[in-house]
């Protein structure tokens, strides 16, 4: 069966029910995967890392020896108490996914070991995935799909994790902070670890903007932000200068093309939500719009109709296609976008 809702999901990760003989926990984000398979892991079994309890096999364990997850299953713990039988896939489509497909079918109807739990962990699945289509309707396996952070997750993962350490972060700094974060899990994991040693654990502390300028530094994602904001604000020289600025940092044309399709989703979702009768001033803050950038971004806002996006989003993706090509001149690609974006801009009256 799907587990979709996040409080299902956290429901079933702290106590799956005695029934479930399985879970299939995929999706892009592999450190959101990762954590929840520990997580999960954990609970099935008090020893997730003993051998004699746990069996951790890979895509190449299985394809290579045919039968051996089978064997797996069929095998009972040697010191008692249940068996936990995990796979990592590697979410392309092979013969992996048909071996696993398989396999997790026959646990289900029972030919196995039934106090056995089979955990599959996989990168995106497809829907024509064996793994999927056997897992999703089942009603004695979960099929969690995880996705990226939102702003909303990656500050409320911010907040635990330093209240654990009796820290804490103003407005302010925690929307500063958490725009400077990757969307990938165990990457943003990390800065909020580095983030807590930087503050210093137990310190009891609520930390502002300020506090935070010796540790963010000037970082190249920031310069990518000022470029597309300045794209989008019609100053090509200014966004041509953020962009060599976020190069010299140590940032390539592929990550420009994102932030600047960053900045059109904010645009968009602005434009959405003012269709459906919301205020200016509370689309923007619900796109997550940071206050430094809130005037410049009325202002944007308040020209670039959804009507005006919708070449430019045709234009960001056929970039970033094409800068993901091998041997492509991405940053060449970064500012002839960031130029065209900005002269259309200055038609706007930007």
């Not at 953020?242 to 592929?254: D, F, I, K, S, T």
């Not at 932030?259 to 200016?280: C, E, F, I, P």
């Not at 060449?332 to 706007?348: G, H, K, M, V």
Request: include cysteine; hydrophobic fraction near 45%.
């Amino acid at each position: 069966m799907i587990v979709q809702r996040r409080p299902d999901v956290e429901r079933f990760l702290a106590a799956p029910p005695p029934s479930f003989r399985a879970a299939v926990i995929h999706g892009r984000d592999l450190g959101i995967v990762r954590e929840r398979a520990q997580a999960l892991a954990g609970v099935v079994t008090a020893h997730p890392d003993d051998p004699f309890d746990v069996a951790l096999l890979t895509e190449a364990d299985i394809v290579g020896e045919e039968g051996r997850l089978e064997g797996e299953l069929m095998a009972v713990s040697m010191m008692g108490g249940r068996r936990l039988v995990r796979l990592r896939l590697s979410g392309e489509k092979g013969g992996g996914d048909r071996l696993a497909g398989e396999a997790l079918a026959g646990h289900l109807e029972g030919r196995f070991n039934p106090d056995a739990f089979l955990l599959i962990e996989a990168g995106a699945l497809g829907k024509d995935s064996a793994v999927r289509k056997c897992a999703e309707p089942a009603p004695g396996c979960a099929a969690i799909a995880c996705y990226e952070d939102e702003p909303g997750d990656l500050a409320r993962l911010t907040r635990e994790a330093l209240a654990a350490d009796r820290l804490g972060l103003n407005a302010d700094a925690l929307e500063l902070f958490v725009g400077r974060l990757p969307h990938e899990r165990g990457i943003a994991r990390r800065e909020i670890e580095r983030l807590i040693l930087f503050l210093g654990p137990g310190g009891n502390r609520t930390a502002t903007a300020a506090d935070l300028s010796d540790f963010l530094g000037v970082e190249p994602e920031a310069s990518l932000s000022d470029a597309a904001i300045d794209a989008f604000g019609g100053r090509h020289t200014a966004a041509h200068a953020g962009l060599r600025r976020a190069a010299q940092e140590g940032e390539g044309g592929v990550g420009a093309i994102r932030a600047m399709g960053g900045h059109l989703a904010r645009l968009r979702r602005v434009g959405v939500l003012q269709a459906a009768g919301s205020g200016l001033q509370a689309a923007a803050k619900a796109s997550g719009v940071f206050w430094k950038h809130e005037r410049e971004f009325l202002r944007q806002a308040q020209a670039w109709t959804l009507a005006e996006l919708t070449p430019i989003q045709g234009e960001i993706l056929a970039a970033d296609r094409a800068s993901k090509q091998t041997s492509s001149p991405d940053r060449l690609l970064a500012e002839r976008l960031a130029l065209r974006i900005s002269l259309r801009a200055r038609r706007l009256g930007l």
